[in-house]
């Protein structure tokens, strides 16, 4: 099964940047490889809250839809899953002297006959992390400084 961890240091609080990452809709804003994203409900993010995302990888691009399925003081996990693909996303929050430090695992799994792609999607998959957390590295690190120049 494909998996990455990143951990990333950021000057926003514990509970801005769990905050700010619950609403998987400003996925677009940090992840290069979600084309689009709206929520598909309203109301206050809670446990429950849907999402759908457009992710483009390898020349395609795929509609996935997320739900927040646990939402605790310091850990979120959103959870994916269609015929073909499982996504399940643990966001983990540790206060820190500066700010807090923001885990975030991502796992993904081929379904039925897509399990035979499980090693070539886990190279993709890689990639595309990497990305992604450069890009929510340096989301965390204006919304921090915005936040500290007001």
């Known amino acids: 099964m494909p998996r990455a961890i990143v951990e990333i240091e950021t000057g926003c609080a514990p509970t801005e940047a769990l905050d700010y990452l619950a609403d998987f809709s400003r996925a677009p804003e940090w992840d290069p490889s979600v084309a689009a994203a709206r929520r598909l409900d309203d109301g206050p993010v809670r446990r429950g809250s849907r999402f759908e995302l457009t992710v483009k990888a390898a020349g395609r691009t795929t509609p996935?839809?997320?739900?927040?399925?646990?939402?605790?003081?310091?850990?979120?996990?959103?959870?994916?899953?269609?015929?073909?693909?499982?996504?399940?996303d643990t966001?983990?929050?540790?206060?820190?002297t500066v700010g807090a430090r923001v885990r975030y695992e991502a796992e993904l799994r081929g379904l039925g006959w897509s399990r035979v792609a499980n090693p070539v999607l886990a190279i993709v998959f890689r990639?595309?992390?990497a990305r992604a957390a450069e890009g929510l590295r340096g989301r965390l690190n204006e919304i921090s400084s915005a936040r500290g120049a007001a």
């Open 127 to 129: 990639k595309l992390a």
């Open 64 to 88: 996935l839809v997320y739900e927040l399925v646990t939402t605790e003081p310091d850990t979120i996990v959103l959870l994916s899953r269609s015929r073909r693909l499982e996504s399940r």
């Open 91 to 96: 966001i983990t929050v540790a206060p820190t």
